[in-house]
């Protein structure tokens, strides 16, 4: 149990396209599900929680414009990359959390952009 | 910044025990110990996690000391498999979001 897919895997795309990711739980709903970006030889970086219903709380230094979130479901969760440039190339991971405020949150295998 | 403070290496004979150390001195009465690795370029998986009882299923057992400071993931019979970056957690005052470091990256050899 408690599956999260997300697709697509890879993409590759040119400067100045907008870039849809999507995020769901399988086999559990999820209030909450949260969106993270990783740089080559780094850690995990939280972006932004998303909540079911409502506006995205975003991390600092994140900027909403460029990242926009939906969760219109209690199992889907979309991050859209607003006219991506190279500097937004990342692998980007979500993740999302059973019912119980202390059950772990389970993550997705991530999602490898390259804007060229 | 991330609550727990981990070795960043450890090496471990393939079939043997590995024992992955984490320090959270600072955690309070009611935070629970994430633990979760990370394969190369994949999204991290849940292993385990405990309040103040020692825990195990079916991956690995998670050893918690009486005051709680401190914490030692075991993976019992360690395989190839699991050479991955190991993070230890504790989650942000109180609030769901998870606060990755570094983690450790284990080695396991043939």
């Known amino acids: 149990g408690a599956v999260v897919s997300q697709h697509p895997s890879w993409v590759i795309c040119k400067s100045g396209t907008s870039v849809k990711i999507e995020c769901r739980s399988l086999?559990?709903?999820?209030?909450?599900m949260f969106w993270y970006r990783q740089f080559p030889k780094q850690s995990l970086m939280l972006m932004a929680t998303?909540?079911?219903?409502?506006?995205?709380?975003?991390e600092q230094g994140v900027e909403k414009d460029k990242f926009l979130i939906n969760h219109a479901s209690l199992t889907l969760s979309t991050l859209t990359v607003t006219s991506a440039h190279p500097e937004d190339s990342s692998f980007y991971i979500c993740?999302?959390?059973?019912?119980?405020?202390?059950?772990?949150?389970?993550f997705g295998d991530g999602t490898r952009l390259s804007i060229l | 910044d991330a609550k727990t403070t981990q070795p960043p290496s450890m090496d471990c004979a393939e079939g043997r025990a590995a024992n992955l150390p984490c320090n959270h001195s600072?955690?309070?009465?009611?935070?629970?110990v994430y633990w979760y690795r990370q394969i190369h370029s994949q999204g991290p998986q849940y292993i385990i996690h405990?309040?103040?009882n020692n825990e195990t299923n079916e991956m690995a057992s998670l050893i918690i000391t009486e005051d709680r400071k401190s914490s030692t993931l075991i993976l019992p019979h360690a395989t190839l498999r699991d050479t991955a970056v190991y993070y230890c957690?504790?989650?942000?005052?109180?609030?769901?979001?998870?606060?990755f470091g570094k983690g450790t990256k284990l080695t396991v050899n043939p």
């Open positions: 993740s999302a959390r059973d019912w119980g405020r202390n059950q772990p949150q389970h």
């Open positions: 086999d559990f709903q999820a209030t909450t």
């Open positions: 998303s909540n079911e219903g409502s506006k995205a709380t975003y």
């Open positions: 600072t955690i309070s009465g009611n935070e629970y």
């Open positions: 405990g309040l103040k």
């Open positions: 957690i504790v989650r942000v005052g109180g609030s769901e979001k998870l606060v």
